[in-house]
């Protein structure tokens, strides 16, 4: 079987994407520095702790274990964060991200599956967002994402190198088998906030914008189980082992929830009420963010399993309870 180096495998949605790989008997090894990731996670393959900002120890990485391809998801990924500390971000995101395609380069490794996010398209005109849409970012997180990305173009174009960019739209939920899922206690993503509220882990749960012209006034996302978005990534390296030319793939189910949407589920699914306080809107919050997933069902032939508001709320509730 193929051999894959997962850098941030040891994160939210790398250590899906292992389990699902170690599932597959793919050879798998991880590299992370553990700075928001657990090596409890990290259910198959090696652990090699090391940062992707120091280039020796990520050729050394590469170099001993010869993968066939690297699926690269390290990064910081807190988007008011970046507003504050954009440098931290362009430094971890844009040139660790480099450092690793330098690494592949000079290790012979050419196959190569990127991290990307809807954040590229900003606040998109569009309802239905597809991967033609421009790249509007509107802060230092999204735009790191974006660089990344006109870098592959560049560095495909110039050298024998295959990338697939997946641009993931809202992640939520955990394994079904509930051994994995988010850990981060400072998780910002609405669906961990509520259940963990729901649990009494945190006070309340803040609404930004009660305004916003939707048809309850809260925002608009695309909510993707884990467990599918792993799935996205097992094809796309499947395809790239195939041969197959450099692509991008936006990762969502095409359909859209609300804040209260997801507030009045989780509240049905978990059985508790909690507190919901309405703030003022965040800047750079679009009304509405929905995938258009056509591309990635013909194209990889992708199936997901979990479209179900409901099933990813059970999931993330039943992972929460259990840590
Ligand atoms: N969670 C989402 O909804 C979402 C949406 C779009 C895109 N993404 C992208 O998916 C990827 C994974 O996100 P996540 O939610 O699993 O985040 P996460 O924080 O749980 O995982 C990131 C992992 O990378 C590791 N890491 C960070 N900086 C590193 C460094 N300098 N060197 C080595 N390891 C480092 C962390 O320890 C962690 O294990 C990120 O690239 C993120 O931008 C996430």
């Known amino acids: 079987m193929a051999k894959v180096l997962v850098t941030g495998g040891a994160g939210y949605i790398g250590s899906h994407v292992v389990k699902l790989l170690g599932e597959k008997d793919y050879d798998v090894v991880v590299y992370d520095n553990l700075s928001t990731g657990t090596a409890k996670?990290?259910?198959?393959?090696?652990?090699?702790?090391?940062?992707?900002?120091?280039?020796?120890?990520?050729?050394?990485?590469?170099?001993?274990?010869?993968?066939?391809?690297?699926?690269?998801?390290?990064?910081?990924?807190?988007?008011?964060?970046?507003?504050?500390?954009?440098?931290l971000y362009y430094t971890n995101n844009v040139f660790g991200t480099l450092n690793v395609l330098e690494?592949?380069?000079?290790?012979?490794v050419n196959k190569f599956i990127f991290s990307s996010t809807a954040a590229v398209y900003g606040e998109p005109v569009e309802m239905s967002?597809?991967?033609?849409?421009?790249?509007?970012?509107?802060?230092?997180?999204g735009k790191s994402k974006a660089m990344i990305e006109e870098v592959l173009k560049d560095f495909s174009a110039a050298e024998d190198f295959?990338?697939?960019?997946?641009?993931?739209?809202?992640?939520?939920?955990?394994?079904?088998?509930?051994?994995?899922?988010?850990?981060?206690?400072?998780?910002?993503?609405?669906?961990?906030?509520?259940?963990?509220?729901?649990?009494?882990?945190?006070?309340?749960?803040l609404v930004y914008g009660a305004d916003y012209p939707t048809r309850n006034g809260s925002c608009i996302r695309d909510y993707i189980h884990v467990a599918d978005l792993a799935d996205a990534h097992v094809l796309s390296l499947?395809?790239?082992?195939?041969?197959?030319?450099?692509?991008?793939?936006?990762?969502?189910?095409?359909?859209?929830?609300?804040v209260l949407e997801v507030v009045r589920t989780v509240r049905r699914v978990s059985g508790a009420d909690f507190h919901v306080e309405y703030v003022n809107r965040r800047a750079g919050d679009p009304a509405v963010l929905i995938s258009n997933p056509n591309k990635i069902k013909s194209e990889l032939d992708w199936k997901p399993k979990y479209n179900d508001l409901d099933f990813i709320i059970k999931t993330a509730w039943e992972w929460e309870k259990r840590i």
């Not at 690494?103 to 012979?108: E, I, K, Q």
């Not at 967002?129 to 997180?141: A, G, K, M």
């Not at 991008?248 to 929830?257: A, E, L």
């Open 41 to 87: 996670a990290v259910l198959y393959g090696q652990l090699v702790e090391g940062d992707i900002l120091n280039l020796r120890d990520l050729k050394k990485a590469i170099d001993d274990f010869k993968p066939d391809a690297v699926m690269h998801f390290a990064a910081k990924i807190v988007v008011p964060e970046s507003v504050k500390y954009p440098l």
């Open 103 to 108: 690494a592949m380069r000079c290790c012979g």
């Open 129 to 141: 967002i597809v991967e033609e849409t421009p790249f509007r970012p509107v802060n230092p997180y």
């Open 162 to 205: 295959r990338y697939v960019s997946l641009r993931y739209f809202n992640v939520a939920g955990a394994d079904p088998s509930c051994t994995i899922g988010e850990t981060k206690k400072d998780a910002t993503h609405l669906i961990t906030m509520c259940v963990r509220t729901a649990l009494g882990k945190r006070e309340k749960l």
């Open 238 to 258: 499947e395809y790239l082992l195939k041969g197959e030319r450099s692509d991008v793939f936006n990762c969502g189910y095409g359909r859209g929830y609300s």
